[in-house]
């Protein structure tokens, strides 16, 4: 196979980790709990940019994706605790204040970090070459492709094999029932809302040190993570892995082949499948 194949092929893996990372927490907030959250973009940019000050003052890459992940899940608590519990269920207040949040947040990050476009520094013990069918490829890229697998498995297990994702996909069907049975739902919703939060947190991270972070750069990555929660289909987990891999393999090879239709392109999967299944490759009708 062609060396050029086998690196746009990497690449796309690469990019669909981000891409899972990122759909998966809005799988957990959009899909499994029905709360429109369109703060997810500024998530990602707030954590990628919390992330780039913990790299540039103390060179712990590590550090950074740790800080940039339970950083947004804290601002996701508060928010969810303070605000978004009070209008729950109710989809216009859901998206208004989700709205607002992600303006607030995009402002500041404006105001508070670097106008340019930066990309985080990753140091060179995770940044080791890897040869693999004749092309060498960086090490860390492959870290990030693990990290993914890591997520992907432990939001499985805990969504279909722990009480708490039982209790979390009960409560989506009948919310009602499930708080007559004795269980705190509303605490359940908002451990799930703050892992969402968490997980955009550490895509900002994992995506700052892939591409670049840039003033704005939210709403980009808001309409890819949407694209990838709709096209693999609301609430399911697999189908964040299976979209997010064909969405990275066309973002991939469209920026290599044609790059003046390389967003365009992302919405072809997405037309067509909506065509055929209107709930996406593996949704339920809600």
């Excluded at 950083?71 to 996701?76: F, K, M, N, Q, Y």
């Amino acid at each position: 196979m062609d060396s050029t194949i086998i690196l746009l092929i990497l690449n796309g893996l690469t990019q669909a980790s981000i891409l899972f990372v990122l759909g998966s927490g809005l799988t957990l907030a959009f899909g499994l709990m029905r709360i429109v959250n369109l703060s997810h973009g500024a998530f990602y940019l707030l954590g990628g940019y919390i992330g780039y000050s913990i790299v540039k003052s103390t060179g712990n890459w590590l550090l950074a994706l740790a800080a940039g992940g339970l950083s947004i899940a804290l601002i996701g608590f508060i928010f969810e605790r303070i605000m978004l519990s009070r209008v729950r269920g109710d989809d216009l207040p859901e998206t208004l204040l989700t709205v607002a949040l992600s303006l607030i947040i995009a402002d500041q990050a404006q105001a508070h970090f670097p106008k340019n476009p930066v990309t985080l520094n990753v140091p060179s013990y995770l940044s080791f070459p890897v040869n693999i069918f004749g092309v060498t490829y960086p090490g860390f890229r492959f870290i990030m492709i693990g990290i993914s697998i890591i997520i992907a498995v432990s939001l499985w297990l805990i969504i279909y094999k722990t009480k708490l994702g039982a209790a979390v996909r009960a409560g989506v069907d009948d919310r009602e029932i499930v708080s007559a049975l004795g269980i705190d739902i509303t605490l359940i919703y908002s451990a799930i809302f703050v892992l969402s939060a968490f997980l955009g947190g550490i895509a900002g991270v994992l995506g700052g040190s892939y591409l670049q972070l840039s003033p704005g750069g939210d709403t980009t990555i808001l309409t890819n993570s949407l694209v990838v929660v709709i096209l693999g289909g609301l609430g399911s987990l697999g189908g964040a892995v299976v979209s997010s891999l064909i969405l990275g393999q066309i973002m991939s090879f469209g920026l290599a082949y044609a790059p003046q239709y390389s967003y365009f392109l992302i919405f072809i999967p997405l037309a067509i499948v909506l065509s055929i299944r209107p709930h996406g490759l593996f949704g339920k009708k809600i």
